[in-house]
């Protein structure tokens, strides 16, 4: 009886005793932000650009990531941190912009935790909100994209 008890307790220990419960509510409050404002907000749609099509007609998303604004297309970056320490959380948002005329064709917000290295955890793998991250909703909002998009 007193072995049951003692190896419960030690279970309950770990469960409680830093073993994740911190990775659990940042994981919350990512799910909560991104309830807030995460996204994509579509201000203008545009066809396909061809310029970042690859050879099976699917958008390339690493070229339009490096485009130029002398480009047809170009995205802006911003990140903050949310929550300092560890685990931390993430915010990033990317802006769409079309090249001729600077007009904002959209932006998408994301929220993250990211990954913990070295520390051992039930939770290895990043969260992210939407899963998707900020521009793969993006391009397939504003370009009106059923088909997946390459990487």
Known sequence: MNLLRSTALAACALLLGGCGLDVMYADWRVDRLCKLD???KVFLTDSLPIEFLTTNRQLDLDSLSRATPEQSYY????????ALGDPEIRRTEVR?????DKALLG???AYYRPQRVGVPTPFP??????????LVPLVK???ALPQQVER
């Open 38 to 40: 995460g996204g994509p």
């Open 75 to 82: 995205l802006t970056w911003e990140s903050s941190q949310i």
């Open 96 to 100: 769409l912009y079309r090249g001729r």
């Open 107 to 109: 932006t998408s917000v």
């Open 125 to 134: 793998k990043s969260h992210w909100c939407p899963e998707e991250g900020e």
């Open 141 to 143: 909002a504003v370009f």
